[in-house]
């Protein structure tokens, strides 16, 4: 079992999981009944058939190069002040290299 993102307290999704583990408790194999007419229904009767995945132009970050739809840098990177930025890649040292005394 994952544990949630610190960032979803209160999202919907945690809220339909709950939902969905008080069925299961209350009722075994309601979960798997769920998926199982979810897959069927998708299958046969066509359901999510006109779905389309909204279209999103990706580019490279402008300091790290990964993709992003961001203009510029993208998420990550706009999350560090600017001096932090600035400093050279040499100054930061991965956390698995960094040995315990
Ligand atoms: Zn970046």
């Not at 389309?52 to 990177?77: I, K, Y």
Request: overall charge negative; glycine content about 4%; proline content about 8%.
């Amino acid at each position: 079992m994952y544990e949630e993102c610190p960032f979803s307290v209160g999202a919907n999704t945690i809220y339909y999981k709950e939902l969905l583990n008080m069925l299961e408790a209350e009722r075994p194999g309601a979960k798997l009944h769920f998926y199982l007419s979810f897959l069927r229904a998708k299958e046969k009767e066509g359901l999510l058939a006109n779905w389309e995945e909204p279209r999103v132009e990706l580019h490279a970050c402008d300091r790290c190069g990964q993709p992003t739809s961001a203009p510029g840098r993208c998420a990550f990177c706009r999350l560090w002040p600017e001096e932090v930025l600035e400093r050279p890649q040499s100054a930061f040292v991965p956390l698995t290299l960094v040995e315990e005394t």
